[in-house]
């Protein structure tokens, strides 16, 4: 199975993800936004966002994503308390590597920037509706909400989990 390579930018905090990816997005939404300006804002921080405002993700299964090294290193960090979203950044440069959630989601989504080689391509752009200014990238397809397509890959995931696939 293929395996990908993500990792801190001091290399101190490394994960590993194998097969193939449920899907790459490019997310807008308020919460993606204000969690990557929340890790701008910490010290030596680097760009979390594109230049359109989106944060872009692989989603992976839970299942096949893997802390290889300096797993004490990551600290969650939440836009409000309550929320279920966790985005883990390692505290050695504050490099965000994957958001994963509190409650019984089946995959975690690991940050485009912090791929190591190859970054599969861009498959869509979500919650475009959000979107504060800057140039879309126009050569994917993007959505307003989240997708049907999208959806049906999570759910296809999931069904894949269950099966032992």
């Known amino acids: 199975m293929k395996t990908l390579t993500a990792r801190c930018t001091c290399g101190k905090v490394e994960l590993e993800a194998t097969g193939v990816p449920i899907t790459s997005v490019m997310c807008h939404c308020d919460d993606c936004r204000a969690g990557a300006q929340q890790i701008e804002a910490l010290p030596n921080a680097g760009r979390v966002s594109e230049a359109d405002g989106g944060v872009g993700y692989l989603a992976y299964r839970k299942d096949r994503v893997r802390i290889q090294k300096g797993a004490e290193l990551l600290r969650s960090y939440k836009i409000r308390p309550t929320s279920a979203t966790n985005r883990r950044v390692a505290t050695c440069c504050n490099t965000p590597l994957i958001l994963t959630f509190d409650d019984s989601k089946h995959w975690v989504d690991v940050y ?28 994917v397809p993007a959505f307003s909400r989240y997708p049907l397509r999208l959806v049906a890959k999570l759910l296809a995931a999931r069904l894949a989990m269950l099966l032992g696939a």
Do not use: K
Not at 121 to 135: K, N, V, W
């Open 112 to 139: 485009r920037a912090s791929i190591v080689g190859p970054v599969p391509p861009l498959e869509m752009h979500i919650c475009t509706r959000y979107r504060q200014a800057g140039t879309l990238d126009t050569s």
